[in-house]
């Protein structure tokens, strides 16, 4: 969708907003189910990129502990304890700038995917800027969807990196379409942006060729001793709002509400997933950060009448409309 039709959606009154975005879930998604996906940090901290909102940055003194990658058996447990408790996707991350084919820790990485693979749930990585090559190994090897967000506008993104550039990212989210695996892109909500960045970022968004798979809107939780450590937290409304904006212009993506939970009481939750969430990060944890508890998220979803996806039988990616305009992202 076009900036200047996000506008007038983002003007509405937000019950005439929720209105619009309620139809447009029910026209896309009718079964009531919400995702459960659960996040590991297979490698934390020590990253030499500057992202002024990430505890996890070299460059600051935020108190993250730097810790190797971890041993694949370690990995598996927390995988299969994933899937006991009900996830359907685990996705791994790692605080690296990116990855390259040839490299130890990228054999390593490629091994543990081949080994969760086996377990039956979606497999999702973030490892940072992703080229060509390693985009078809990590596809081969049981990635079904990989994670990159954009987080804000073009115009904005300087001032929240600068180590690498907008179209670095755009770069990675291409490769990794290329490569036939799913994607997995959203933004971030507080990074003293205005709402024209953000609408823009769903403009961006929405344009990938094909959608994304699924779009995480997080809220942006201050780190200390990062640049935004001081930052002031966004309103429910404006989250919501963000969400009923991404159910509208991607209609058939999984919205996730992601990073900030801890934020939101209950009942602004269920305005969420009313408005068109339907996916959640699920577990103690979301990387460095703490994430609301796994029964505790179980016990709102049955009180609110909503059901627990089950795993997806069909893996495969959207494919592309060839007959859309090219997206800034399709190269």
Known sequence: MKFEELKVLHDLPLFDLIKKSREVHDANWSDNEIQLCTLLSIKTGGCSEDCSYCAQSARYNSGVQVERLMEKEAVMERARAAADSGSTRFCMGAAWKGVRKGTKRFDQVVDIIEEVSELGMEVCVTLGELGPEEAVILKKAGVTAYNHNVDTSREHYPNIVTTHTYDDRLRTIRNAQDAGMSVCCGGILGLG???DDRLKMIETISEFNPQPESVPINSLMPMPGTPLGDSDPVTIFDVVRMIAIARIAIPKAKVRLSAGRTQISEEGQALCFFAGANSIFYGDKL?????????????????LGLTAKQPNPSLEPPKADCAKEASPCCG
């Open 287 to 303: 990387l460095t950060a703490q994430n609301p508890s796994v029964q505790k998220d179980l016990n709102l979803i049955k009180q």
């Open 193 to 195: 942006e205005t709402t």
